[in-house]
């Protein structure tokens, strides 16, 4: 069935980790399909950046200083979205850090590790329980939470992070079950797409190898390539079957896709892949 209805328009939106990213994309393209954006960052500038960018564009967003490692600053976001649009249709918890690092690496990564879980687990949780309420007085709302492929299944170089977007994957089903009628949850795993910031929070670039195993070479030669500018440019277009690295556009439309569906249909989970990438999970 083709999909011709804008179900975005006027839905008041709620993102963590609004001021870069995954985050900032989605927040650009739903407020140019009519949503009302709340944009929730702990970089007030990067959330006040994009707020511009949209209303310069002609759409409705504001920005939210928001550590979501507190519930108060998380609660706050979404009264702020409350206060504003009358509303929270759909809270994306999208706010993340990716430390890859092997154990033996505990001296250099644990910090990061301790960050990760706050942001990634309780972050996510804060996300759920800001919303919860607003939402079920509504009789409906939509929870979209980012998790990874590296949720699906341990690996090595990956136990911390590995066990957070795990952590997300149990939330958001347990939320689904419980909250069903009511709330609409949706998981979005995404594989590999080098050019985001996460990849900057990454403490060991070796501890890849659990999630790409015996394209380890070749996955590090492609990122190394694409950093130099020297990668094949028809490997990198999406209408070739060959496409080997996802841009974030594709993410986002993807989240954009959960979002544009009539109240009463459900978008569960979703793994977004390049058809030629070289991860495993």
Known sequence: MTQTANHVASKSIVITGAGGGFGRLVSIKAAMMGAQITCADI???????????????????????????????????VAAALDAYGAIDVMINNAGTMPLAFFADHDAAYDAWVRCIDINVKGVLNGIVAAYDPMMAAGRGHVINL??????????????????????????ESLRVESRGRIKVTTIKPTGVPTTGLSGTIINAAA????????????????????????????????NIDYASLAPDHIADAIIHAINQPWGVAISEMTVRAAGDHFVL
Do not use: W
């Open 147 to 172: 998790s990874s492929i590296y949720g699906n299944f341990p690996v090595v170089g990956a136990g911390v992070y590995g066990a957070t977007k795990s952590a997300v994957c149990f939330l958001s």
């Open 43 to 77: 970089n007030p500038d990067a959330a006040a950046a994009v707020v511009a960018e949209i209303t310069a564009a002609g759409g409705t967003a504001q920005a939210i200083p928001t550590d979501v490692t507190d519930l108060a600053q998380t609660r706050a976001a």
């Open 208 to 239: 890849g190898v659990g999630i790409v195993a015996h394209n380890m070479g070749e996955f590090g030669a492609m990122v190394a390539a694409m950093q130099e500018g020297t990668f094949p440019p028809e490997r990198l277009d999406a209408d």
